[in-house]
């Protein structure tokens, strides 16, 4: 494999992913407008999501080196924390 190919097999796997994220996190926000609207909001919905944010911070902290620790920080600082 040249290394021209694996560059246009790294970009079109980038853009794909990119792509696929984007598209989870509209569904994502959709189902949990529709839970809050039709009150189905309960505990395990919560703790799914929690877990989600959890894998995000874990994710963040291996793509730019910051302590997960720092990044609860700051999203305790959305919060006014």
């Known amino acids: 494999m040249t290394t021209e190919t694996n560059t246009k097999e790294m ?9 696929e994220m984007a598209y ?3 569904r ?3 189902e ?3 839970l809050q609207a039709n009150g189905e909001i309960v505990h395990s919905s919560i703790s799914a999501l929690e877990h989600l944010r959890d894998y995000m911070v874990e994710i963040l902290e291996y793509f730019s080196g910051t ?3 720092e990044i ?3 999203l305790d600082e959305l919060h006014g924390k």
């Open 72 to 74: 609860f920080k700051q």
């Open 28 to 30: 994502i926000k959709s």
């Open 67 to 69: 302590e997960s620790a």
């Open 11 to 19: 970009k079109d796997a980038l853009k794909r992913v990119r792509l």
């Open 24 to 26: 989870l996190r509209g």
């Open 32 to 34: 949990i407008n529709e």
